[in-house]
């Protein structure tokens, strides 16, 4: 198994920047692919990003795509997601995700989540 911590949220302006981090502790981080998804309020959890195990293959969703960037540094058991031109859209819980195996969009297929982070942009 392995457990997953969410940082780096908090309240920022329309246009900023911010990293979220997300720390693994457990079986080999090398093993599972990782995600972020996001539920903003009165609506759906979806898939926001997603890297493989080699961290050459990456998934963005359409929304985000060219704005936010997702990496992982197995190194220190950590995956990001740096988020920049942020809006108010992207208000969220946002939540890290890992699972074995190939990426994927769907929230189902990963069997490890953290508590997520709350990211509040302002316009």
């Known amino acids: 198994q392995v ?12 246009g900023d920047s911010l990293r979220l981090s997300c720390a693994a ?3 080999a981080f090398n093993s599972y692919v990782m995600a972020w998804f996001r539920r903003a309020p ?9 890297i493989g ?26 995956a990001y997601l740096q988020m920049s031109n942020l809006n108010a859209e992207d208000t969220a819980i946002y939540y890290c995700a890992a699972r ?17 982070t709350q990211v509040t942009v302002s316009s």
């Open 3 to 14: 457990q997953l911590v969410e940082s780096g949220g908090g309240l920022v302006q329309a």
């Open 25 to 27: 502790s457990g079986r």
């Open 42 to 50: 009165a609506k759906e959890r979806e898939f926001v990003a997603s």
């Open 53 to 78: 195990r080699t961290g050459t293959d990456t998934y963005y969703a359409d929304s985000v795509k060219g704005r936010f960037t997702v990496s992982r540094e197995d190194a220190k058991n950590t």
């Open 100 to 116: 074995y195996s190939v990426p994927s969009r769907v929230a189902r297929d990963f069997a490890y989540w953290g508590l997520g």
